[in-house]
């Protein structure tokens, strides 16, 4: 079974993309990523959304970096 991504979805995963290497994949905070996504014309509700949607299709996972903030990391 395949899940559609939508545009958003995808730009939120190229955002994560970009993040630097923690637990041996590409992760980002959500200040960093609400900051690339508010560039692409998106707001911090959608992007609530839109993080919810990618765990549930199970292609990013939430962590916690040492100083507290919430990770969210591609899932390889």
């Known amino acids: 079974m395949t899940n559609s991504i939508t545009q958003l979805e995808e730009t939120v995963l190229e955002i994560i993309s970009w993040g630097d290497e923690y637990e041996e994949t590409p992760a980002e905070c959500f200040l960093g990523i609400m900051d690339s996504f508010e560039h ?11 993080l919810g949607s990618l765990i549930k299709k199970d292609l990013i996972w939430e962590g916690e970096y040492p100083n507290g903030l919430n990770s969210y990391h591609l899932n390889n």
């Not at 014309?41 to 609530?48: E, I, N, S």
Request: charge should be positive; glycine fraction near 28%; hydrophobic fraction near 25%.
């Open 40 to 50: 692409a014309g998106g707001t911090k509700h959608q992007l609530k959304g839109v």
